[in-house]
């Protein structure tokens, strides 16, 4: 069976009907975790995005809002509806991947094979955390920089066929400098990552007791 034409057609395109009414959903910054500011987007540990993922195929075109909280040992990547219904989640930890969607859970212990396994979406979530940073990881040849020596075009020689990330657009969020849109292609499948928002985030310091000196 196609998973990616059944994935589709059946649950996402029937859930997301009206994309471009698509709009970010009000999320909640974790409670050890607090917002700072950097001058780039290497300085920050931790940090969570909210956009739209756009996905194209010969067959079929899907839009969801994206919102994504990375950090140093997780990842959480969720698909949303305008409603705030959430269509996927994709939560890696301690080396677990865990995916859920139309209402069941699977498990794995690489989260890319798992997306693509379940849903036929190759998207590349281990090299997205950098890609949606504008960073290229060691394995990443950039083919073109502007005139702030930001990658414009980079090509993922780690996949076969690779990846080539086009960089379009550019914004300042938290204090650095980080796309606001960038297109993926691979054969015949495109996607389209827009950031709305990005904030850099810290684990909070561990608070300071007051101890009483007896005399």
């Not at 300085?43 to 839009?63: C, F, H, I, R, Y």
């Not at 909280?69 to 996927?88: A, R």
């Not at 086009?166 to 015949?188: D, E």
């Amino acid at each position: 069976m196609n998973n990616l034409s059944y994935f589709t057609k059946i649950k996402l395109f029937g859930i997301i009907l009206c994309a471009s009414l698509l709009s970010a959903c009000a999320t909640k910054i974790p409670d050890n975790l607090i917002p700072i500011q950097v001058n780039h987007v290497s300085q920050a540990p931790s940090w969570e995005m909210q956009g739209k993922l756009a996905v194209n195929t010969p067959d079929s075109k899907v839009s969801a809002n994206l919102y994504w909280l990375h950090t140093p040992d997780s990842n959480e990547l969720k698909l949303t509806t305008m409603l705030g219904t959430t269509v996927l989640s994709l939560t890696t930890r301690q080396g677990i991947a865990k995916l859920e969607v139309d209402g069941k859970v699977y498990e794995h212990n690489d989260a890319q094979k798992l997306l693509t396994e379940i849903t036929g979406w190759s998207i590349p979530v281990d090299s997205l955390p950098l890609w949606i940073t504008g960073q290229a990881d060691n394995n990443d040849k950039i083919i073109s920089q502007d005139e702030q020596l930001r990658p414009n075009v980079l090509l993922s020689l780690s996949d076969s066929p690779p990846w080539q990330v086009t960089f379009k657009s550019w914004q300042k969020q938290s204090g650095a400098q980080l796309p606001k849109l960038l297109q993926l292609t691979k054969s015949q499948l495109k996607l389209k990552i827009q950031i709305n928002h990005w904030q850099a985030l810290a684990a909070k310091a561990a608070p300071a007791y007051n101890q009483k000196i007896s005399k």
